[in-house]
């Protein structure tokens, strides 16, 4: 699966808020990411941005009056909503959501919602205390037992120079949920740990032993896990890369710390994936207090850390899904199968470090996949669909994985 949005049809509904103005931006990005977008207007909308500049950032005609004769065949309420794969309400006013809870059908956004039964990502954006009203909150209670994907709204200065909650979220954010009801829903009900980045050894609170891992991959892997619907944990090392959306991090900084953070978290998870650099070494003694230089010895004595993936490995509930990941520079079959067995894993994903397109720091990857009935050479590619496609198999090992934690032949494609 490459593109999510490729192709997908989405309404894009847009209420009367001064945040209209933003979701120019959101539907500016959804037409790059090649989504066909159709937006629909409602009276209100058309005061704060004009339908022009929709018209030129979709690429396509704006959708606002139900009686607008086209001299088409079918209606623009039933043809719009039918047609679509997702519809994203943003912002939904406190008006169209109440409308939308009533199953009204007043104007052709509440018509078109109302004729599809395509999956809803509503972004509510308005005052706050709009938002926080009994009646708004039941509203959005009852949106969501319809099924819909209610997005909590951001606090902060808003346009009445009011503080609180009721701006737009991040269109990082929204996008995230958007991918995740476009794609199918093969995670859904499953919990998936995946841990990422490097870990730090502190030598003293200035100094620590780390490697060059950007946590890219782990990150790419947890998107690529919520998008098909699971519940996420990513363990990750520090890193300067933000949260995923819909994802929970937890913040380690040491190989100690992940240990404990990752085995606590996949004791009742169904996939463990284990993406994090971590250190093999860390210094042996750690001081409180800064070293000075003349006193830090020329050798330096390190001590074991405990292998992570090993304890998983031993610890592996039946019917549990665990990936590693083995960094290489030669030997990739041999050491990929070595590590597979070793620690008793479902799946290997080798990286060749060596290469140009592939390993620390760089967006793209090239990896060997290893499991126990066969192997298979990923294109160089993203790493955002590497993880595509690891996840895939994930899913395969999971439809096909027996009580014991074999995996059948035809279960995994790899
Ligand atoms: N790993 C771990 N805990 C460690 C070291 C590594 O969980 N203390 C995990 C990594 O997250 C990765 C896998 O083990 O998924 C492979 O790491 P790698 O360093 O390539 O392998 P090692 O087993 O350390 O083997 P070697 O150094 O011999 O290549």
Request: charged share 20%; with cysteine; proline share 5%.
């Amino acid at each position: 699966m490459g593109n999510i949005f490729a192709g997908k049809n989405i309404v894009v509904g847009v209420c009367g808020s001064i945040a209209a103005f933003k979701v120019a931006g959101w539907v500016s990005d959804l037409a790059k990411l090649e989504a066909q977008v159709s937006v629909v207007m409602t009276a209100a909308a058309g005061r704060f941005v004009t339908p022009l500049t929709f018209a030129a950032l979709s690429g396509n005609e704006v959708h606002s009056d139900m009686f607008a004769d086209r001299g088409q065949e079918r209606m623009d309420h039933i043809g719009l909503g039918r047609d679509a794969d997702a519809l994203l309400i943003a912002p939904a006013s406190a008006n169209t959501i109440a409308a939308l809870a009533a199953g009204l059908a007043g104007d052709l956004l509440q018509t078109t919602v109302l004729a599809s039964r395509a999956p809803v990502v509503l972004c509510p954006a308005m005052n706050s205390r709009m938002y926080r009203h009994p009646a708004t909150q039941a509203n959005l209670d009852r949106l969501r037992h319809f099924g819909y994907t209610i997005l909590d709204p951001d606090s902060g200065m808003m346009a009445c120079r009011e503080e609180g909650e009721g701006r737009l979220p991040e269109w990082e954010m929204v996008r995230e949920y958007l991918a995740r009801v476009l794609s199918p829903p093969q995670l859904v009900g499953r919990k998936v740990v995946v841990s990422a980045g490097p870990t730090r050894e502190p030598l003293d609170p200035a100094r620590f032993l780390s490697n060059r891992s950007s946590g890219k991959m782990g990150y790419a892997l947890a998107r690529a896990a919520f998008r098909r619907g699971a519940e996420v944990v990513l363990v990750s090392g520090p890193t300067a890369l933000s949260a995923p959306a819909g994802v929970r991090r937890v913040p380690v900084q040491t190989a100690e710390e992940m240990a404990v953070a990752v085995l606590a978290a996949a004791a009742d998870a169904d996939v463990v994936i284990k993406a994090a650099a971590v250190a093999d070494f860390r210094p042996a003694e750690t001081s409180r207090e800064k070293v000075k230089k003349e006193r830090i010895a020329a050798t330096l004595q390190l001590a074991r850390n405990r292998d992570i993936l090993r304890e998983l490995g031993e610890r592996k509930a039946a019917g549990q899904i665990l990936v590693g990941f083995a960094a290489e520079s030669a030997d990739f079959l041999a050491e990929g199968q070595r590590k597979l067995a070793a620690k008793n894993l479902d799946l290997i994903a080798v990286n060749d470090i060596g290469g140009t397109g592939s390993g620390f720091e760089v967006d793209s990857n090239q990896v060997l996949l290893v499991s126990r009935t066969g192997q298979e050479s990923l294109p160089q590619t993203s790493k955002e669909h590497t993880a595509e496609m690891i996840i895939d198999r994930v899913v395969a090992l999971l439809a096909g994985a027996s009580p014991g934690g074999v995996v059948p032949g035809s279960g995994c494609q790899v």
